[in-house]
């Protein structure tokens, strides 16, 4: 019975570490997005030649 | 939110599991972003790079791996500012061919000149201008020399498109802000990653990932192998050259063959323009070797021609210096295993004083 509980519990856990992950990337994403279009690192800006 | 003590149910569980935020989700959260921006930094900032003691590593997927070999000795160079005078050779396969091992070419080229110098040849089978560019500008981030493009009138006339799938295919280690700009005017807004760029580098190691586990688990890590294969083992069978449908090579459409072209010169030209602003480095475009027994077409030969007198008159407009000391050099066919690539040690060391001789100048009078 109380392995029964358990396992909504840690399968919670599981959803919320997943969930932390796809967030965590999400935020890498953007921050290199941000730099990209701030700084010397620029994805879309480009200088002529 | 507490998270410890109220009794879940299944759908609780999947509701707030998914759909709220929790100290779980937050430490792991803030963990990926910090390991994230860590391992970003380490692959893509030539500083911190993983390849700034001149080597790949375990990340060369074989001994052949070309880009790995060259994007970690130009990561090398970059940061490294002491040392003798450099000399850099990039260029394509048929560089690579001509040239072989960058310490059998150091060891003639010191000898010949008398001065002591460090050379480096990063050349690749699937390297555009574009890949050669980038790698000279890393090479010499801190430090000048003598940059050597390899360039030859076939491959001047590589089309965009082309260019474009073999960017695709040979991402380098690195982020090159002016290569990339390059790319940008020279082969037009493109609907992927951008070239040249941090995210195009991180493909280079995305790619090599599970070679670089297999070399892990097994601690294997390759030395880069210039001869071809069957040049290593005399007693194998030469492959049938007759057989290879890129033995040689022929030109269809004039027109467009000379519209390439141009647009190969409008890069060579910013290329000029890059290193010009360098005082410190000497640029040489050096004529690849070709077979020319191979290059019996008429409207091919033609073509070349005319591809060959828009470079020098490129060379005399910008006043650089466009060598033919390679191609000029008495390399039998039997010497070249199709339209330019040479396997022979006994060519190579001829190449590699031709090269002696035309750089000798650049290094000045007086053997240090």
Known sequence: MKRNDQAPRRFYIVLQVLQGFVLGLLLLLAFILFLSATSDISLFRYQQF | MSDEHCPFTWSDAFARGLFSTGRISLVTCLTCFVLGCLLTWRLIAPDASIFADGTPGRWAESPRDFQAF????????????????????????????????????????????????????????????????????????????????????????????????????????????????????????????????????????????????????????????????????????????????????????????????????????????????RSDVALVLMLDPLNLATLKDRRTLEALQQARERLEQLARRRGIRLSDALRNAPIKPAQFIDYGHIASETARNQLRHALSAEIAPLLGDQPE
């Open chain 2, 70 to 277: 060259a994007t970690a000795s130009a990561i090398g160079l970059a940061n490294r500012s002491e040392g003798p005078p450099r000399i850099v050779i990039a260029g394509t396969s048929l560089i690579l061919a001509a040239f072989g091992s960058p310490e059998r070419t150091q060891e003639v080229l010191q000898r010949d000149t008398g001065h002591p110098v460090e050379v480096a040849v990063l050349a690749a089978g699937a390297n555009t201008l574009l890949h050669s560019f980038a790698l000279l500008d890393m090479s010499f981030k801190t430090s000048g020399g003598i940059a050597i493009l390899g360039i030859n009138e076939l491959t001047l006339g590589v089309s965009p498109h082309d260019q474009d799938v073999m960017i695709e295919r040979s991402p380098l280690g690195f982020s090159s802000m002016p290569a990339r700009a390059l790319a940008r005017t020279a082969l037009g807004s493109r609907q992927r990653i951008e070239a040249f760029g941090p995210f195009d580098a991180l493909r280079f190691y995305a790619a090599r990932l599970r070679s670089y586990a297999r070399n892990v688990r097994s601690g294997r890590q390759f030395e880069a192998q210039t001869k071809f294969p069957f040049e290593r083992e005399p007693e194998g069978p030469l492959p049938d050259l007759s057989a290879k449908a890129w033995s040689t090579r022929t030109i269809e459409d004039d027109a467009d063959f000379m519209a390439t072209t141009e647009t190969a010169l409008a890069e060579l030209d910013a290329i000029i323009t890059h290193f010009e602003s």
